[in-house]
């Protein structure tokens, strides 16, 4: 029913070639994931985002708790057919919203009591309650339920933020029962390699079928993640799937795989193309910049995707400045189909041995965020 093997490695780097197989479906790796961050995409259908390439999405156990509810997932055929998506899914568990996002009223060993930010309930989560909430929603990857400190963060509140993760880790072990479904672990640790390091080891111990590497893209510097994934990747186990949660900048993403990651997962595509902000491979596009106003050509010249193949810069730039719901939907889908070009020419690279060449062909490597 799953599986993971290592297809290609690149000569000089930590890079790999994956194959991923789930019940769902076949994933190659490296992959990067959209967010469904309520069961849907925002903005696109389910055939926009198949037809742009997406193997694979990601939806929160955080969010589909509050509403519909899991078991209302459940009731409606689970998670798969709520979507109108036959491929893939991943479940984050819902640790990093609740650390980042909500007014926390209690938070122990025991788990998080927070409150609701659509009604104000008071709402707990602990590790047994978010593997039953995510065996209900019935995706293919699930996450095991970890508290995500910030950064900056004094040394002694991240030491027992990754103490506790490793104690709610087992838990998670023990509580998951499906068997068509992959449970991975998260690491933590912050910007301190041994806690990193420490975590992912307890972490290899336990035994799970895939490692994510979590509390990053939180405020730290482009040095300082590629520092901290350099140090603690190739130190997960090698015939597992790895994953940086969160990340979604294509320099980010290649400094990643460069060290070992194959999964990725960033809300960036649709939250970026519903503000007038299209990634292509020679760079950023502001959209509503005057520059564009009288363009004629696509978003990007080349790219495949519905919008490139039929409108002009020009044209989706008026629909932003008209407040045009199109705008966004064209803006969104073209993002979208970036993210899976720029992960399928990867892995074409470092299957040819060339991945050395990438930044050749996609100068917007070197862009930061906006």
Do not use: W
């Given at each position: 029913m799953f599986s993971f093997q290592v297809e290609a490695t690149d000569a000089h780097s930590e890079a790999r070639l994956g194959r991923m197989v789930t019940p769902h479906g076949v994933v190659e790796t490296p992959v990067f994931m959209?967010?469904?961050?309520?069961?849907?995409?925002?903005?696109?259908t389910p055939r926009?985002?198949?037809?742009?390439?997406?193997?694979?999405?990601?939806?929160?156990?955080?969010?589909?708790?509050?509403r519909p509810g899991a078991e209302v997932v459940a009731k409606l055929g689970g998670l798969h057919r709520l979507m109108c998506w036959n491929r893939p899914i991943l479940t984050d568990s819902g640790g990093f919203q609740v650390f980042s996002l909500a007014e926390l009223n209690e938070i122990g060993d025991d788990g998080v009591v927070f409150k609701s930010h659509v009604d104000g309930s008071l709402v707990r989560l602990n590790p047994e309650i978010a593997i039953d909430i995510q065996q209900k929603l019935g995706a293919d990857v699930v996450m095991a339920f970890d508290q995500c400190p910030p950064i900056p963060?004094?040394?002694?509140?991240?030491?027992?933020?990754?103490?506790?993760?490793?104690r709610w880790a087992l838990r998670c072990r023990e509580a998951h029962r499906r068997e068509d479904q992959w449970l991975f672990g998260i690491v933590q640790g912050g910007l301190h390699q041994d806690l990193r390091l420490h975590c992912a080891e307890r972490l290899a111990e336990i035994g799970f079928d895939g490692y994510a590497i979590g509390g990053l893209s939180v405020g730290e510097t482009h040095s300082e993640m590629v520092d901290i994934l350099a140090a603690v990747t190739?130190?997960?186990?090698?015939?597992?799937?790895?994953?940086?949660?969160?990340?979604?900048?294509?320099?980010?993403?290649?400094?990643?795989?460069?060290t070992g990651v194959d999964m990725f997962d960033c809300v960036l595509p649709t939250r970026n193309g519903r503000n007038a902000y299209a990634f292509t491979a020679a760079g950023h596009l502001r959209l509503r910049n005057a520059c564009h106003a009288l363009c004629?050509?696509?978003?990007?010249?080349?790219?495949?995707?519905?919008?490139?193949?039929?409108?002009?810069?020009?044209?989706?730039r008026h629909l932003f400045l008209a407040n045009e719901m199109l705008g966004p939907i064209l803006a969104?889908?073209?993002?979208?189909?970036?993210?899976?070009?720029?992960?399928?020419?990867?892995?074409?690279?470092?299957?040819?041995?060339k991945m050395?060449?990438?930044?050749?062909?996609?100068?917007?490597?070197?862009a930061r965020e906006p």
């Open positions: 959209p967010v469904g961050t309520a069961g849907t995409i925002k903005g696109v926009d985002v198949e037809e742009a390439g997406v193997q694979m999405l990601l939806a929160n156990t955080y969010h589909l708790r509050l963060c004094p040394r002694q509140e991240v030491e027992a933020a990754v103490e506790r993760t490793l190739p130190r997960l186990p090698a015939d597992r799937p790895r994953y940086l949660m969160g990340v979604g900048m294509p320099r980010d993403i290649l400094e990643a795989v460069a004629d050509e696509p978003l990007e010249p080349g790219c495949d995707c519905y919008a490139c193949r039929h409108f002009s810069r020009g044209y989706i969104s889908i073209h993002n979208l189909r970036f993210f899976q070009r720029f992960t399928g020419r990867i892995r074409d690279l470092i299957r040819e041995g050395g060449t990438i930044r050749d062909e996609f100068p917007v490597c070197a």
